[in-house]
């Protein structure tokens, strides 16, 4: 019999990053120790993307309490923090990684390992960051870690002439830093956020995930001209309260003023963007850790039509997005197979995302599959994190 098998999706397993936009996305070490450490008392049983899709695809049994864990992005802390845990209590989980933010490091670094046995303190392990080829191939020999693909760049691109913003100190625009310095990607979460290279007043386009558009090539000039405006006017420029208002003015002058040099990348370009992204992410993961990739999880859920169809060619099943989960998108189609994921329970206190305990995922995941005590047990315990925090 075919079960509803919970698929939780993590990202970053271990310290908040207070200076990090994406903060949101760290679970706090304990917590998620709290999580795993539940799940086994409650007999809850870890599974592999080869039994889950032999379970969705042949019918192969899996116990009733199974439970695949997923980690996106392939942060440095699932090395330092959650592989170890998972270790722990016997636990397995499935990391999605970008080769082009694989850390460059040749040695494994230190882990949660190296303080339980006393040759480190956790003030020495290194929390922010990426993997490097050598974590994973530990994680993978020791059968904790699946590694599988998460595409090329997990980026965004201009997919449009409309600006909808310009860069300014503390922009939340950092792909953009990764568009014109893909080497140095995998750097940036341990670099001061002071020291981006954003080039200060540049035109944020309108724009989407690298997966889900076609790309729009704007003129540099334009580019160039608002940046030796902001230059000119000095870091106060941004003091002044309407600061995006003259630089669209500026913008729209130029614009009137030059024949702009932009461009769109035809279907067939997008087409063979997409042939790389998805083929050269299975090819190199495959190389370097001598193992078969056949599961993509699309980057932030970015993907349209036209890369599902692609991704078909490379890949036995790829992850469904939340959007196509709620209109009911069959699991199933053809022989590929559609990997239905639920987020990590949280709840929103005083605009902070605040995971919930060990106690509260289980009956979530028991909820998931039906139950409908644990429904009502998990709302009272969300009433309780609601209104105390506590939970």
Same mark, same amino acid.
Request: net charge neutral; glycine share 8%; charged share 30%.
């Given at each position: ?7 939780? #999706? ?26 795993? &450490? ?34 996106? =992005? ?61 974590? #994973?191939?530990? #994680?993978?020999?020791?059968? /904790?870690? =699946?590694?599988?693909?998460?595409? #090329?760049? $997990? ?57 889900? !558009? ?27 309260? %309407? ?27 997008? &087409? ?17 850790? @001598? ?10 859920? %970015?993907?349209? @039509? %036209? ?27 053809? =022989? ?11 709840? !929103?206190?005083?605009?902070? /995302? ?8 289980? $009956?979530?995941? &028991?909820?998931?599959? %039906?139950? !409908? @005590? ?18």
């Amino acid at each position: 019999m075919r079960r509803n098998i919970p698929v939780v #999706m993590y990202h970053s397993v271990g310290l908040p990053k207070k200076d990090w936009i994406w903060d949101f996305l760290t679970i706090p070490y304990g917590l998620f120790e709290d999580h795993i &450490r539940c799940l086994r008392s409650k007999g809850f049983v870890p599974i592999d993307f080869k039994e889950y899709y032999s379970h969705v695809r042949f019918g192969a049994e899996l116990p009733e309490r199974s439970v695949f864990l997923h980690f996106d =992005d392939g942060y440095l802390d699932n090395w330092v923090f959650a592989y170890p845990i998972l270790r722990k209590y016997g636990f397995k989980g499935t990391i999605f990684v970008n080769p082009e933010f694989v850390d460059p490091a040749p040695d494994p670094r230190l882990n949660l390992d190296d303080v339980w046995e006393g040759r480190a303190r956790i003030e020495d392990l290194t929390p922010h960051g990426f993997l490097s080829w050598a974590e #994973m191939r530990v #994680m993978e020999q020791e059968g /904790v870690m =699946d590694i599988q693909s998460h595409g #090329m760049t $997990h980026t965004w691109y201009f997919s449009g002439p409309e600006i909808v913003d310009f860069r300014h100190p503390g922009d939340p625009y950092v792909w953009m830093d990764w568009n014109e310095n893909p080497e140095e990607k995998w750097a940036y979460l341990s670099a001061d956020p002071a020291s981006r290279p954003s080039r200060l007043g540049s035109p944020v386009y309108a724009h989407g995930k690298s997966l889900e !558009v076609r790309r729009f090539f704007p003129d540099e000039r334009l580019s160039r001209h608002l940046e030796a405006h902001v230059a000119s006017r000095g870091h106060a420029f941004f003091d002044q309260p %309407g600061w995006r208002s003259e630089l669209h003015v500026l913008a729209g002058e130029f614009r009137f003023g030059n024949q702009l040099h932009e461009s769109t990348e035809t279907e067939d370009e997008y &087409r063979r963007r997409l042939h790389w992204e998805l083929g050269e992410s299975k090819r190199i993961l495959e190389s370097r850790l @001598s193992k078969e990739v056949n599961l993509l999880c699309w980057p932030g859920g %970015g993907y349209e @039509s %036209g890369s599902v169809e692609i991704s078909k060619q490379y890949y036995l099943a790829t992850t469904l997005a939340s959007r196509e989960r709620k209109r009911g998108v069959p699991l199933m189609d053809g =022989d590929h197979v559609r990997v239905e994921r639920i987020g990590c329970p949280h709840v !929103v206190r005083k605009g902070r /995302v605040e995971y919930t305990n060990g106690r509260y995922l289980c $009956h979530f995941l &028991r909820e998931y599959q %039906g139950s !409908v @005590s644990s429904r009502l047990v998990r709302r009272c315990l969300k009433l309780v994190k609601l209104s105390c925090g506590v939970g």
